[in-house]
């Protein structure tokens, strides 16, 4: 029997990888979305990006599988797809995870972020804390995480990130919105968190 040639054995590694990557990010069954929810981390080869303008134009995405609808600006990349989407412009991310579970604790987003950053240990988080936002109770977070060098110039970006952990009938979203420290978006990234509408 003739041996599988190494571009067969390329592909097939790269494959198992994909999908071990992957996780379950569109699987129903996770309790917890940390199962498929990492931590943010900008790329340090990635130009710089500036804030998001006063005159930014903001589109709707609709996410019938996620069960949700979220503002976000216009010329940003989306990657992924139903419980697993991805927005970007450069180093601005915004990322939200939708898994099974019920409202989220002070202790469980906590744990949550000892969990991750056991994964990337530049993570650091201050303490998670309950806010309301048009009337829906979430919990909020902010951490920072460090990007590997830039390859070049030894350069690392540091990013700051929003974490937004909200949910409803048994459903569990959490919504990163990340930016380089120094970049201010504030104002466009409150716009962004208080669209999410449940559907």
Known sequence: MPRPSRAVFAAALAAVTALSAAGCGDSTSSSSPSASQGALSADARSAATGDIPDNQNFLTFVNAKGGY??????????????????????????????????APSLAAVRAELAKLRRSSPTLRARAPQR????????????????????????????????RYALARNGTRATVDLGTPRGVDNVDGYRMMIESFRWR
């Open 69 to 102: 609808s979220i503002r976000y600006p216009e010329g940003w990349a989306q990657s992924g797809a139903g419980r697993d989407v991805t927005f970007r412009d450069k180093n601005n991310l915004v990322h939200i995870v939708i898994a099974r579970g019920g």
């Open 131 to 162: 806010v309301t936002i048009n009337g829906t109770p979430l919990v909020k977070v902010v951490y920072t995480t460090r990007s590997a060098p830039n390859p070049v110039t030894g350069k690392r970006v540091t990013l700051v990130v929003d």
